[in-house]
């Protein structure tokens, strides 16, 4: 990958986190940087999330200070107003120290230090944005970004440079193997496979509704729930049918791939992954009442298209689940054929692109 005349990219410096969703869609850029020939630095917060995803990558990891952005009223407030600042500072400093041509913010409370501080240092900022609608951070940093990448045509922002790059995917989802995956697990080769997940933290409501209709459920399906850290239902460990997870990493591609059918939240990277993989869904997006309403947002936009069910969560119980499950596995055939009118892109070489355009000479 090239800066135009001007060669490799020499050093890069991404920027995100505060959850998965901020950082793992990074991680196919910064292979295909270091693929290039490009000195990668990785910058998110010093809770530790971040830097455990970049490891394996064997990048420089720098921890910065980050505070939320909240807009609602909080005592951490005050405490964060300290902390972003202090993170602005320690960004500057590392920013000044590291001199790479161009920034890559994935987005997050993380990345908000590192964009101002690239923008006092002169450095020219991408950014992705993956939601429909731009989380805070995004809308904050905006002035300071030369080039805004967003995953869907429909997103409502506006920007001088906005480039429509969808969001880069592991290669191993996109190798996955559904034998293999039906092997990992041990499933029956002949029964239909419904995957519910409900992101990298898990989803209460969603596990709990789950877990309430799983005796009808299993009568027609083998249930695979990944359900988040520290959620897993010792009492259900014996039911025949029913596996649980608390994450999934290396094996994550199979899995989906063994799937005929899927329950999610409405994040934007779980739908794309949807989306790409031609994986017949039903989301239920959380609640305005516990987000700003960008997963409301996300599965709307998706289900104007034709491209999933949507259940709201005001409705979502065991019946609902229920009958929602038997409908998608009745349609399956006509969600897949409007998926494949889905664009699918080769987002990293794209937003790759976007750095080698926007980046100042080496």
Partial sequence: ????????????????????????????????????????????????????????????????????????????????????????????????????????????????????????????????????????????????????????????????????????????????????????????AERPVLLAVGGSLGAARLNEVLRAALHELLVDYDVVHVCGAGKIDASLGTLGGYFQREYVTDEWGDIIAAADVVLSRAGANALYEWLVLGKPHILVPLSRAASRGDQVENAAYAESRGWSMVLAEDDLNSETLVAGVAKLAALSGEFRHRMREFRVRDSASLIVNELSQAARPN
Avoid at 37 to 49: C, I, N, Q, Y
Avoid at 69 to 78: A, G, T
Avoid at 136 to 164: D, I, K, P, S, W
Wanted: hydrophobic share 45%.
């Fill in 1 to 188: 990958m090239t800066a135009g005349p001007r060669g490799v990219l020499s050093c890069v410096v991404i920027a995100g986190g505060g959850t998965a969703g901020h950082v793992v869609p990074a991680l196919p850029v910064v292979e295909a940087l270091l693929e290039a020939g490009s000195a990668v630095h990785f910058v998110g917060s010093t809770s530790g999330l971040e830097e455990r995803l970049v490891a394996p990558l064997g990048i420089p990891y720098h921890g910065i200070q980050a505070g939320k952005l909240r807009r609602y009223f909080s005592f951490e407030n005050f405490v964060d107003s300290v902390r972003v600042p202090l993170g602005i500072v320690q960004a500057w400093r590392l920013l000044a120290r590291i001199r790479p041509v161009v920034v890559f913010s994935k987005g997050g409370f993380v990345s908000f230090p590192v964009v101002v501080a690239a923008w006092l240092n002169g450095i020219p900022v991408v950014a992705h944005e993956s939601d429909l609608t731009p989380g805070l951070a995004t809308r904050l940093a905006q002035r300071f970004t030369t080039t805004l990448c967003v995953n869907f045509e429909g997103t409502r922002v506006e920007h001088a440079r906005m480039v429509v790059t969808g969001t880069p995917l592991r290669r191993e989802l996109l190798r996955g193997d559904r034998a293999r995956g039906r092997q990992r697990l041990g499933i029956d």
